[in-house]
Nanobody, 122 residues
């Protein structure tokens, strides 16, 4: 399973970005999909997860109310809509896929994308 994240870029504080993560396999719909982020010198941090059928979502406290995770199984793609971005959201964002439901633990995810850089200027 290959995951391809895109949509990162430079945005001013208060702005919005939508990240996308396309999966190459038809098994996409059988996987829970998550987003993590990482800054230099820090551990990878959980952001959000969405269940196989999209019916359940779970967010980190830092993402609640500002970020929305969604998926389109017909397009094998998961999205992360990020609104009201803050400078502290600056990070490399990774999408990941898992057959389990242990959202916050990076080790629980079976597949990872290559990451896309989000930079929020103040």
């Amino acid at each position: 399973v290959q995951l391809q994240a895109s949509g990162g870029g430079l945005v001013q504080a208060g702005g919005s970005l939508r990240l996308s993560c396309e999966t190459s396999e038809r098994t996409f719909s059988s996987l829970n999909k998550g987003w993590f982020r990482q800054t230099p010198g820090k551990e990878r941090e959980f952001v959000a997860i969405i269940s196989r059928n999209g019916g359940t979502t779970f967010y980190a406290d830092s993402a609640k109310g500002r970020f929305t995770i969604s998926r389109d199984n017909a397009k094998n793609t998961v999205y992360l809509q990020m609104n009201n971005l803050k400078p502290e959201d600056t990070a490399v964002y990774y999408c990941a896929a898992t057959t389990s439901w242990d959202p916050r633990r990076p080790g629980a995810y079976d597949y990872w994308g290559q990451g896309t850089l989000v930079t929020v200027s103040s």
